[in-house]
T-cell receptor, first 110, second 110 residues
Framework: QKEVEQDPGPLSVPEGAIVSLNCTYS??????FMWYRQYSRKGPELLMY????GNKEDGRFTAQVDKSSKYISLFIRDSQPSDSATYLC??????????FGTGTRLQVFP | EADIYQTPRYLVIGTGKKITLECSQT?????MYWYQQDPGMELHLIHY???????EKGDLSSESTVSRIRTEHFPLTLESARPSHTSQYLC?????????FGQGTRLTVV
């Protein structure tokens, strides 16, 4: 079993929809949580960072962490075609190694 | 904006050639990483370094080698390239919590 599980998609939604992307994990020691966006043939770009449990909002993006359920989410409001990309969750127990999910491919159609 | 650079962006090379993929960062981070990513697939950690003169192999076995003589520089070398090395190689550096990625080198060995 992988330490981090993420549905690979693809997830296809119409423009303006609310998108929910999720990851589950098994290591209760994880306390640093990140979401990355990766466009085709580019490097991952950091979107959101959260420490421990709670919510964090940045514009149209909201990250949620529920450590009791070992579950993290990224919500995208008013989705745009430019949001079409692969979204990777990442987490770590300490400040050294990051463990990545497999990524969810999102397509937002006009 | 993260300052981490990879060169070249694209490389097509013949079997048996020696190649070095360059990665440099200007953020003063001690921790640097190399990941391998096939199209549509997850990131696999192949090498990491926690500082000058420190290098370790990652979770995925790789025939490549790395060096860390300077904090800002973390090159990856393939002594004899093979078609099985065709992939995208991503370099990252990490501060206390978040990791930042370069744009990647897409390597094709023919």
């Amino acid at each position: 079993q992988k330490e981090v599980e993420q549905d690979p998609g693809p997830l296809s939604v119409p423009e303006g929809a609310i998108v929910s992307l999720n990851c589950t994990y098994s290591n209760s020691a994880f306390q640093y949580f990140m979401w990355y966006r990766q466009y085709s043939r580019k490097g991952p770009e950091l979107l959101m960072y959260t420490y421990s449990s709670g919510n964090k909002e940045d514009g149209r993006f909201t990250a949620q962490v529920d450590k009791s359920s070992k579950y993290i989410s990224l919500f995208i409001r008013d989705s745009q075609p430019s949001d079409s990309a692969t979204y990777l969750c990442a987490m770590s127990a300490d400040t050294d190694k990051l463990i990545f999910g497999t990524g969810t491919r999102l397509q937002v159609f006009p | 904006e993260a300052d981490i650079y990879q060169t070249p962006r694209y490389l097509v090379i013949g079997t048996g050639k020696k190649i070095t993929l360059e990665c440099s960062q200007t953020m003063g981070h001690d921790k640097m990483y190399w990941y391998q990513q096939d199209p549509g697939m997850e990131l696999h950690l192949i090498h990491y370094s926690y500082g000058v003169n420190s290098t370790e192999k990652g979770d995925l076995s790789s025939e490549s080698t790395v060096s860390r003589i300077r904090t800002e520089h973390f090159p990856l070398t393939l002594e004899s390239a093979r078609p099985s090395h065709t992939s995208q190689y991503l370099c990252a550096s990490k501060g206390w919590t978040e990791a930042f990625f370069g744009q990647g080198t897409r390597l094709t060995v023919v």
